[in-house]
C-alpha cells in the first residue's frame, strides 16, 4: 500500500477535508498535534484508531500538498 493510499477526501465525511482512511479523522488535526510537540506515542493513546503508519500518511500528504503549485490558466 503507498503512503497515501491512507488519505481519503470524501465530500460527505468532514466536510470534504482530507481524513485517514477509515476514520474521521483530519490530516489537519494529526498535522496540528504533531506540530504541538506531541510524540507518536501520545497521539496513538489519544487516537486508538490511527496507526503509526496513519500518522506517517498524514505527514506526508501535509507535505506533498505544501510543494504542490496551482497555476492560472489564461482565458
Known sequence: MQ???RIRLDPNVMG???CIKGTRIT???VVGLVAA???VE???AAY???TR???SAAL???AWRAEERELSIPS
Open 3 to 5: 503512503v497515501l493510499d
Open 16 to 18: 470534504g477535508k482530507p
Open 27 to 29: 490530516v489537519g488535526l
Open 37 to 39: 510537540g506531541r510524540t
Open 42 to 44: 501520545e497521539i496513538l
Open 48 to 50: 486508538p484508531d490511527l
Open 53 to 55: 503508519e496513519d500518522i
Open 60 to 62: 506526508a500528504y501535509a
